[in-house]
Nanobody, 121 residues
Framework: QVQLVESGGGLVQAGGSLRLSCAIS????????IGWFRQTPGKEREFVAA????????EYADSVKGRFTVSRDNAKGASDLQMNNLTVEDTAVYYC??????????????WGQGTQVAVSS
């Protein structure tokens, strides 16, 4: 079984930064792909970024590319999402997900409970 816990959410003014963390508990956590997603009420869950478990390649949504950076701790398998130059459109509950084989479009087997990010103008 795999457990994921997001942390680091909060309230920030537009133009500010937040760093989210995704801790993963698994037998071999570093081999899992990690995806970051966000969701607001009334909207479907949106892909944000992902990092592979084998080779550490990354993908970003167009809306965050150049502003967000996803990273990976090779030993722990944990992932951080550094979010810079935040806008009010970034307000959402952010989730991390893990899977051994799937990628950007999913489905992802394991999900955290989310951490809320609120960006004020």
């Amino acid at each position: 079984q795999v457990q994921l816990v997001e942390s680091g959410g909060g309230l920030v003014q537009a133009g500010g930064s937040l760093r989210l963390s995704c801790a993963i508990s698994a037998r071999t956590p570093s081999i899992y792909n990690i995806g970051w997603f966000r969701q607001t009420p009334g909207k479907e869950r949106e892909f944000v970024a992902a990092v592979r478990g084998g080779i550490r390649s990354t993908e970003y949504a167009d809306s965050v590319k150049g502003r967000f950076t996803v990273s990976r701790d090779n030993a722990k398998g944990a992932s951080d999402l550094q979010m810079n130059n935040l806008t009010v459109e970034d307000t959402a509950v952010y989730y991390c997900a893990a899977d051994r084989t799937t990628w950007v479009r999913g489905p992802w087997d394991f999900w955290g409970q989310g951490t809320q990010v609120a960006v004020s103008s």
